[in-house]
């Protein structure tokens, strides 16, 4: 069943755009949508996926590389953004779009 992702965690536009740019354009598995939002010094990030595991996988493996090759590792006693993970009712995609 396909998840809803939503997170919000401390990056600048730019911080994140960075990370966006090590992870290329290929659409991981799983990934049905994204969005990010600004939201002045921090991000926030609402994903569908088709399922909780293809979300972890692309935490704990591409993206999580990419944060921190970016920003470094996690600084000691910080603790990670928690995502909010919903399971989805109803799903309905009329038209692609590309910002």
Known sequence: MAVLITMEFEASLDEYDKVNEKLGTDRPPGLIAHTGVNLEGKMKVV???DSADDFQSFMN???GAAVTEVLGPPQEG????QPQVEQIHDLEVWELHTL
């Open 47 to 49: 994903d569908i996926w």
């Open 61 to 63: 493996g591409p993206l």
């Open 78 to 81: 910080a603790a990670p953004p």
